[in-house]
């Protein structure tokens, strides 16, 4: 029987961050340019003024304190508060491409492989850049891979669907190695004038390398147990922006073709379902929520992940079995999970098991269960 094995892993951060201080100064300025453009609606009650925001209510609301961005200036500009990225020539690489390429090297070289080992490129994220030619064929192309490439979304879960899309092709002989990669430029898709949420994203690229086990060195990285996936419908978390905007004039720049979402109700009907999800996985590969030495979960609001992992655990985890990584990242989406086992992964020791969790809109869920060879 094949068996896949996690060999490498790659991060892409961009070099620009915008710390809650800042933001708030932005957004608050764009409150005051508001409330004073429309001081008569306000005072006669046809406009709802808007309120300030504050440090202490992202990091109390959030945990987050930070985030790194493509272009900070753009977002920081009260009458703009979106990210400048100009458009590139056709002949140009992608702003996705370049991240992606960057993530795809650390992988590589952290694995000890080159471009001409691998067989394809499947990039799964939430904000695809265009919607053809697919960006993991523009990615396969920079790397020099001959082989298959594909494009995927599965919102915050898309990188943990890619990693089982990438076990499938290993372990069914499609391919000897995959790299799935998460290019997330979620500012992009952020409306940076909506309090509620405002803070939540930030940009960043990671990359796996799955290979079959005969393939690597004895001992290296982390072999893959299992995978399970899962998926509900909800209205809870959306975003309309497509190519049948243009069909309805009406709707052009309407804020659902942004980033939408009720953030409580989110956080009261998926936390059980990722929990229930860990606690099924582990209970059909035979494990106990013990005998797991950390959780990589997604990193969207930390109050969720406390206690997702409480649940899980029947106790509260320590921050060595649910690392943080949001604080300095915020929600990258699905990159957020494989950030938190990037960064997080070196101290395992042979035998030792975890999970990497993500969740978000769908609802999806994507959990891997992993241990160190």
Wanted: hydrophobic fraction near 40%.
């Amino acid at each position: 029987m094949i068996k896949a094995v996690i060999s490498g892993t790659g991060l892409y951060t961009p070099p620009a961050t915008i710390d809650n201080d800042e933001l708030v100064e932005a957004f608050n300025q764009y409150v005051e340019l508001f409330n004073a453009e429309n001081a008569d609606g306000i005072a006669s009650g046809d406009v709802t003024p808007l309120q300030p925001s504050s440090s202490s209510f992202i990091e109390k609301a959030s945990g987050i304190k930070r985030r790194h961005v493509i272009n900070k200036d753009g977002i920081l500009d009260p009458k703009r508060m979106k990210p400048y990225i100009p458009d590139r020539s056709n002949e140009e690489p992608s702003v996705q491409c370049e991240m992606a390429v960057t993530a795809c090297r650390e992988a590589l070289e952290q694995a000890g492989k080159s471009a001409q080992d691998v067989d394809a490129v499947i990039v799964a994220c939430s904000n695809l850049q265009r919607a053809y030619p697919a960006v993991s064929i523009e990615v396969q192309e920079a790397l020099g891979i001959d082989g298959f490439a594909y494009d995927m979304n599965v919102a915050c879960s898309s990188a943990t669907f890619g990693l089982q899309a990438a076990v499938n092709s290993v372990e069914n002989g499609t391919a000897r190695s995959v790299l799935v990669v998460s290019p997330e430029i979620c500012s992009g898709h952020l409306n940076f004038r909506d309090r509620d949420s405002h803070f939540i994203f930030g940009d960043a690229c990671t990359a796996i390398l799955v290979e079959r086990e005969e393939d690597t060195r004895e001992g290296q990285g982390f072999e893959i147990l299992g995978t399970s996936l899962k998926t509900k419908f909800s209205n809870n978390i959306r975003n309309n922006f497509g190519f049948l905007n243009r069909a309805d004039d009406s709707g052009v720049g309407k804020p659902d073709k942004l980033f939408v979402q009720q953030g409580r109700k989110v956080f009261k009907e998926v936390s059980p379902l990722v929990a229930e999800t860990i606690q099924n996985q582990l209970q059909s590969l035979s494990l106990a929520p013990d005998d797991l030495r950390r959780m990589w979960l997604h990193q969207a609001n930390l109050n969720m992940n406390q206690l997702i992992a409480r649940k899980v655990l029947g106790r509260d985890a320590t921050e060595e079995e649910a690392p943080v990584i949001l604080d300095e990242y915020a929600n990258t989406s699905s990159a957020g999970s494989i950030i938190a086992f990037h960064k997080n992964k070196d101290d395992f020791v042979s035998g030792d098991l975890g999970v990497i969790c993500s969740f978000g809109a769908g609802y999806s869920i994507g959990s891997v269960v992993v241990r160190r060879r």
